[in-house]
């Protein structure tokens, strides 16, 4: 039972670069998250899904975009990397509302962009 | 609107002596409360959950919290720290029925847990 996988695990950009993200979930679950961590300020959500072909912007969306063709899968893409994306990335699902609802996590992905 | 507030960013103890961890929250509407543990190199893992049933919650690892609304408080607790209790742990809120926002999960700062053998 995998739950969320995250890919890569490490990534180095440079300025200007883009990248994607991976995330896939095996739980059926509906409600997919990504958030980022940075030292010292908890998880900020920068956008989530309600299912597949629905998404929403979150508390910190600029510089990012998702698509969420499939229930299984909540790609995050990073356009024109700045300095300030440098984090760790936390893809997550849930079967319903997060209030009512456990989160399950990935492992995260550590991105520094140069 | 909802906020929490994790009151220390580092806490360490002793291996054996008890552990408090301290977070008050602000709410609108009748709040979820939750704990999330988070290991080094780790995606974070729910610990316990408050959504308005018993005011004591007890969760995994011998961790409990109690909610308590006069304080607006969701101090977590554990009689006996042990080593592998070392990890940074964060409380959790959300605003169930907090309109178009589907109950949108706010994260305090988090909590560095030392444990010193």
């Known amino acids: 039972n995998a739950g969320v996988t995250q890919t890569p695990k490490f990534r180095i950009l440079k300025i200007g670069q883009s990248m994607t993200l991976q995330c896939a979930q095996d739980?059926?679950?509906?409600?997919m998250y990504w958030y980022r961590q940075d030292p010292g300020m908890g998880l900020k959500l920068i956008y989530y899904?309600?299912?597949?072909?629905?998404?929403d912007k979150g508390e910190v969306p600029n510089g990012y975009n998702v698509s969420r063709s499939t229930t299984e899968d909540f790609p995050l893409r990073l356009e024109l990397a700045a300095p300030s994306q440098t984090s760790v990335y936390f893809c997550?699902?849930?079967?319903?509302?997060?209030?009512?609802?456990?989160?399950?996590f990935g492992a995260g992905s550590r991105l520094t962009v140069l | 609107a909802q906020s929490v507030t994790q009151l220390d960013s580092h806490v360490s103890v002793s291996e054996g002596t008890p552990v408090l961890l301290r977070c008050n929250y602000s709410?609108?509407?009748?709040?979820?409360l939750f704990w999330y543990v988070q290991h080094p190199n780790k995606g974070l893992q729910l610990l316990l959950k408050y959504t308005s049933a018993a005011t004591l919650v007890k969760g995994i690892n011998g961790f409990e919290a109690e909610f308590k609304k006069s304080e607006t408080s969701f101090h977590l607790t554990k009689p006996s720290a042990h080593m592998s209790d070392a990890a940074e742990y964060f409380c959790?809120?959300?605003?169930?029925?907090?309109?178009?926002?589907?109950?949108?999960?706010?994260f305090g700062k988090g909590t560095k847990l030392s444990v010193k053998p």
């Open positions: 739980m059926n679950h509906n409600y």
């Open positions: 709410s609108s509407y009748s709040p979820s």
């Open positions: 899904s309600v299912g597949a072909g629905i998404t």
């Open positions: 997550a699902s849930s079967y319903g509302v997060p209030g009512a609802n456990v989160l399950t």
């Open positions: 959790v809120v959300s605003d169930r029925g907090y309109g178009g926002s589907q109950g949108n999960l706010i």
